[in-house]
């Protein structure tokens, strides 16, 4: 499942690929899923549409569009098109995954969008296990997409700790609530607590301040280094173009069962809390 650095990564090859170009044509598969709003409704919704940007929201992409061509007025003022009045947020799911490309590229079986763009080129929605998500807003209808959670990569300190007090769950078990922390999946759960030096199991709300902010930083940093590296690669993630990422090889525990520590060289662990596999260091983590 792709986490916040793989998409992030992709809303911002995504956006250097597409942002302001036309959405001139619209294609989307017959299957009931993926289509949060009713496929016929996406197709009307996105027909004309500027692309003015592509961003993330916690593990959401969300594409501000601009009116589409009916909206603006035969005087065509530039203003008026500049305004944002739709959405469109795409999922990822599991193994979802959005492409640029040309329309000539061979069409990859579970292709569910295909948006031709003004410029030539094709943004395409990918999803084998249609765990994926695509929604369409008219923003003159409905509020703009918000996500669950808090933004790991902003939050501050007060707020940080806030989500933890008097929380009994497994730290672990928390930061994979995205309804407190928006995007932090199973990696960067694990990466993150081991370079605060922070057990997994531990109360979440029996955490010193030291260790929220010591686990702040780190969620922060780790998930930063792997956008710089172009974010993770586990199983179906690619970027925009189609490259897979490379940041796995430089995990200090997750799926590293029973490999040295690369701090003091103990045995990595591997326990489940909250059903989910957890690797961590006895040694380095308290
Ligand atoms: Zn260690």
Redesign the pocket.
Known sequence: MPELPEVETVARGVDARVRGDRIVDVWFSSYRQPFKTPAAAQARGLQDRQIASVHRTGKHIVMELGSSGDDIGNDGSREKAAEITAQWIVHLGMTGRLLVTTPDAPVAKHTHARLALASGRELRFVDPRRFGRLEFRDLRKALGFAGPGAEPLTIGAEAFASLFHGRKLAIKAALLNQTLLAGVGNIYADEGLFRAGIRPRRRAGQLTRVELEKLRGALRKVMEHAIKLGGSSVSDYVDADGVRGFFQLEHCVYQRTGEP?R????AIKRIVVAGRSTHY?A??QR
Request: include cysteine; hydrophobic fraction near 0%.
């Open positions: 520590c701090t003091c060289g103990s260091c040694h380095c």
